[in-house]
């Protein structure tokens, strides 16, 4: 019997030939369907955009601008097709290209257009240009040159020529602090197109200029006096198009926290440095409503918002740094409260151990930490200046700021021993006539 046979396993393999064939033949379907799904609205769409992409890639190259993925990297270009047709399809591509190249450049300056402290400069096209910064502490911004050149005042002369009837209280024995809202309409209605009018890179929207402050924002103090100007900005970013910020021009935002970290909690500074923080979170607020109003296809109305915040921010800064009393109201406040232990600054500094002493390179004073938050102040040679409390926080706060360096054990000393000394003389000069009897230095005329 004939054993059974396996057809398949007798079945001769295919010669190249039919191999190459068949491949061919697999590669043609493949094709005929990527080529049939390509011809869907979706597989268009894709190719579509695919184009556009490279497009964008090309031209932002071409600018020198780098592109990275992601939402910030995008930028919007409308599309108008005609439905009758193509039409004009190298007209409509010069177009696109030159609305890319203008988009895509406008994107990248926008990316760098802010800077703290500094006005944009369109006719420099930059925010670090010689014009970017008053020419003089007591300056104020007063709008733009026609060629998109930022231009100053002194705030003594605006005030004049806003006819503000209180301007003579600038120069008066206690020198009054004057506030001014300018909105949009004064500070950019002289651009020309191509030097700033409407530009989608930055856009100043308002301001507060406030004057005359002193350097040091203490309303009591005889430092230099300056004037600043407060604003509210917009500008123009990749994926970001409606950025709102607040930008202080005429004192650095360290200065501010300098202040504030060496006056205390309750100081006019603080206070300062409360407002700017608080304003800075309502146009943060009012820019994400604009973001969001923009994402919808819709447009938020900014004037209206913005003036009221601006409003707002001049009422608290002239609450702020306006009174001359400011200080002496709060020393009486916190004397009734016994908050600042004045009395026992003698017996804190004798009594501190090494390590306690520290020496305010600002002010050239020697600060004493004692017991209970206690902190004094002293002249070098031992007199008592003054005496808070303070958190462990703010201490560190003024170390980190390096305001403050710890005394060396025979700086200590040193210092200890003119505190004897000083104490040593107001007792003979007060106790010498026996006055205060046998009470010694603290008693009172007959006391037992």
Known sequence: MDEPTNESAQE??????????????????????ASGEAQTPEGLARRAL???DRLVAKVARDLGVVVTRGAAAE??????????GAGELEARAEALVSALHEHIASAAAGATAFREGHVYCFFTGSPDSPYSRPPHPTFVFAGYAATGKPEWVSFPNLCLARKE???????????????????????????????????????????????????????RSRAERLALSLQIVETSQPGLRHRLRLNVVG??????????????????????????????????????????????GERLELAPHVTAILTRLRGDVLRVLKSRDYRTRHAEERHRSRERPTALAVADALAAGDGRFFYDERKATIVVLGPRHRVHVFSSS????????????????????ERWRVLE?????????ALKKTVERRDEADGSSGARGEAGPRGKAGEP
């Not at 930028?75 to 009758?84: E, K, T």
């Open 75 to 84: 930028v919007r270009v409308p599309l108008n097709v005609p439905l009758g």
């Open 12 to 33: 001769p393999k295919p010669t190249k030939k039919k191999r190459r064939r068949r491949r061919r033949a697999s590669d043609g379907a493949r094709e005929e369907a």
């Open 165 to 219: 009837p209180r301007v003579d209280r600038l120069y008066g024995d206690s020198p009054e602090v004057l506030a001014l809202v300018q909105g949009p309409g004064e500070l950019d209605e002289g651009l020309l197109p191509g030097f700033g009018r409407g530009s989608l890179v930055y856009r100043m929207l308002g301001q507060v200029v406030v004057g005359l402050v002193p350097a040091d924002l203490d309303p």
């Open 251 to 296: 004192i650095e935002v360290e200065a501010i926290a300098h202040a504030a970290a060496e006056q205390g909690e309750a100081s006019a500074a603080e206070a300062f440095r409360k407002v700017l923080r608080a304003t800075r979170g309502r146009v943060d607020a009012l820019g994400r409503r604009a973001a969001l109003a923009h994402k919808q």
């Open 50 to 52: 695919g184009e556009i």
């Open 409 to 417: 054990r025979v700086g200590s000393e040193l210092f200890r021993d």
């Open 382 to 401: 031992g007199r008592h200046v003054t005496s808070l409390e303070l958190t462990p926080a703010e201490v560190e706060r003024r170390l980190e700021l």
